[in-house]
């Protein structure tokens, strides 16, 4: 079964505001496995479970065509109204059944989604719309975050993690499969011709408001609103204030290095 999340209009929205493209290695790290494989350049690139389509703009750069697509009609909307490249468009679609002809995709990416899909399903999709030769690239960060800052990055990076935390209690159980590094879904990936990278790691530019905003749009977070609001609210505000006392300023707009570590499961269809 397909698990729906992000669908409410209010999450959609911190989630536009809050969420990061896929950083600089995590980039790199994809295109030169289609540059390997001989995928890129290409005409049709296919983003699924796109949410306001943050890992779909830098695939505008590499294809004549791409597709972002996403269960959510919501997430659509707040990718629908971000300003991007002209030969970017959006579609609601479930995972599990993509409105793509066979053998017509080039590249197929999803970006921290593919957790939430019914993998059988989904790789079915995968197999059928992909051309022969045509790869997939399915990447998420993981909950491996630090911060860093003058000479306080230990302090915050325990501030972050204390928070972080309290919010992981709230975690959906799909979430299990970030944990375990997308073992699962490398496994479930039908092409011989593939690998799993478990160390790509991305300072992410920020600041103090991106990072708790961040936390604010995680899908635990979100049900931890619902169970406890005065409690949830509180909680960010009072990691906000530590934060900003450890780091000895008054603006939220301060800058900070916030550290992700990326798993990307790449493969290839044979000819
Ligand atoms: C954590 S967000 C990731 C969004 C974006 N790719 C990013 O990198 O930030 C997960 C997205 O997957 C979508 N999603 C969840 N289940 C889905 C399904 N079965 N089919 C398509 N999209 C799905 C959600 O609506 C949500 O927008």
Redesign the pocket.
Known sequence: M??????GRGHAAVYQKY?FAPGEELQQTILSYLREKKAIPAELAV?????SG??THFLGEHFKKVVG????EA?IQEAKDTPCMPNISYLVC???ELPFQDASVDVLT????AH???FEKFMKEVERVLKPGGCVAISTYTVDMSLRYGDCSEKLTKIFRECWDAILKYSHNRLKYVLENYKEIFEALPFPDKKRITDIYDQIPMTVEGVVGYMESA?PYQTFLKNDPKTARTLLQETEKRMLETMGVSSRETPVEFWVRHVCVLGCKGR
């Not at 397909?2 to 669908?7: D, P, R, V």
């Not at 983003?47 to 949410?51: A, E, F, I, T």
């Open positions: 397909a698990t729906q999340m992000f669908e969420r983003d699924v479970g796109c949410g943050q890992g697509t996403d269960i959510s997430q479930p995972a599990e999803s970006f921290t989604a939430w899909f019914d899908s």
